[in-house]
């Protein structure tokens, strides 16, 4: 059985920073590219990040380019987002996922190319 579990969620001021956290098991985490996802109260889920099972390739939505990086350790199937200069528009639930298919990567992605999800980390960003 898939299990994701997110963590390093919180309320953090504007500007601040944090690192989200994902720990994988129940798969081969190193065979899958990895994403984050996230959904402010009341909207569409958003796709920000993904990484390639290797970990060398990373793509990045707009809204975070610059703010935040994506990472893993597949010694410890462990998926990793840190953000920075974090806004208020960054409220958001935040969910990591799985890629639909093994080894795949591609050039760009949306949340209909996840698999398995986790049950999300809060972020609150508040003054």
């Known amino acids: 059985e898939v299990q994701l579990v997110e963590s390093g969620g919180g309320l953090v001021q504007p500007g601040g920073s944090l690192r989200l956290s994902c720990e994988a098991s129940?798969?081969?985490?190193?065979?899958?590219?990895m994403s984050w996802v996230r959904q402010a109260p009341g909207k569409e889920f958003e796709w920000i990040s993904a990484i390639n099972s290797r970990g060398n390739f990373a793509h990045y939505a707009e809204s975070v380019r610059g703010r935040a990086t994506i990472s893993r350790d597949n010694a410890k199937n462990t998926l990793y987002l840190q953000l920075n200069s974090l806004q208020t528009e960054a409220a958001c639930m935040y969910y990591c996922a799985t890629d639909r298919i093994a080894y795949r990567w591609k050039d760009t992605y949306d949340p209909s190319d996840v698999g398995s999800w986790g049950q999300g980390t809060q972020v609150t960003v508040s003054s």
């Open positions: 129940g798969f081969t985490f190193s065979a899958y590219a």
